[in-house]
């Protein structure tokens, strides 16, 4: 099956730090998102993209599906930027694979 | 975007018992798919929750552990059976927008501990 692979596997941030995460992807996919999942164990939509670059605040995502990766960039992070961030890759019929999560940690 | 709901949102259980988890969408969905979380690890898919047919589920997950229902076009239940620690976990249920993005939504879940 498909492979997603996210690094770094934690990221420690300065407050107002800006940062990049990764997601590689072992095959073609018809749709690629990014979630966050907060300290309760919600998971939230942040980007459905499976190819170009979209933008949404301080969060923006940039995929290039012919080189099989996305990248998640946070700017001016915030505490509230901490949790668990997730690459789901759609498989077939709308049936996700997900990376292994980045877990960010922003100190104040 | 999608409301979805699960109940209970937590639960503590004995081992050998089983637990029936609910999970509610406000519009009619096609497909709806349940997902475990276990303890620091990534989410991985179950099963497909099928309206009016079996559900269909994922290598290494079966029926008889996870049984699971799909009475009509919102709603779905999961079953987690003779429970014991290694089922300890968030379970979720998802689904696709039924228009436009195709972008999954997912429940707040179920958070599971078996003692």
């Known amino acids: 099956?498909?492979?997603?692979?996210?690094?770094p596997p934690d990221l420690i941030l300065q407050e107002g730090a800006n940062s990049t995460l990764r997601c590689n992807f072992s095959d073609s996919v018809n749709n690629l998102q990014w979630f966050h999942q907060n300290p309760w164990g919600q998971l939230i939509n942040?980007?459905?993209?499976?190819?170009?670059?979209?933008?949404?605040?301080r969060l923006s995502a940039?995929?290039?599906?012919?080189?099989?990766?996305?990248?998640?960039?946070?700017?001016?992070s915030q505490t509230t930027d901490s949790g668990v961030y997730f690459c789901a890759v759609e498989r077939e019929d709308y049936k996700l694979s997900f990376g292994a999560g980045t877990t960010v940690t922003v100190r104040a | 975007?999608?409301?979805?709901?699960?109940?209970?949102?937590r639960d503590i259980c004995q081992r050998g018992?089983?637990?029936?988890?609910?999970?509610q969408v406000d519009s009619q969905v096609t497909m709806m798919f349940w997902y475990r979380q276990q303890p620091g690890q990534s989410l991985t898919l179950i099963a497909?929750?099928?309206?009016?047919s079996e559900a269909t589920y994922e290598s290494g997950f079966v029926i008889d552990k996870f049984p699971i229902s799909r009475p009509n076009?919102?709603?779905?239940?999961?079953?987690?059976?003779?429970m014991s620690p290694e089922d300890s976990s968030i379970y979720l249920c998802s689904v696709p927008t039924p228009w436009?993005?195709?972008?999954?939504?997912?429940?707040?879940?179920t958070r599971l501990t078996v003692l």
């Open chain 1, 62 to 76: 940039t995929t290039v599906a012919t080189e099989r990766y996305s990248l998640l960039y946070i700017s001016s």
């Open chain 1, 1 to 7: 099956g498909i492979q997603v692979e996210q690094s």
């Open chain 2, 73 to 82: 076009l919102t709603f779905s239940t999961l079953t987690v059976s003779n």
């Open chain 2, 48 to 52: 497909t929750a099928n309206q009016g």
């Open chain 2, 17 to 23: 018992t089983s637990l029936t988890i609910q999970c």
């Open chain 2, 1 to 9: 975007s999608a409301v979805i709901s699960q109940k209970p949102s």
């Open chain 2, 100 to 109: 436009g993005t195709d972008t999954q939504y997912f429940g707040p879940g």
């Open chain 1, 46 to 57: 942040l980007f459905y993209i499976p190819s170009g670059t979209k933008q949404n605040g």
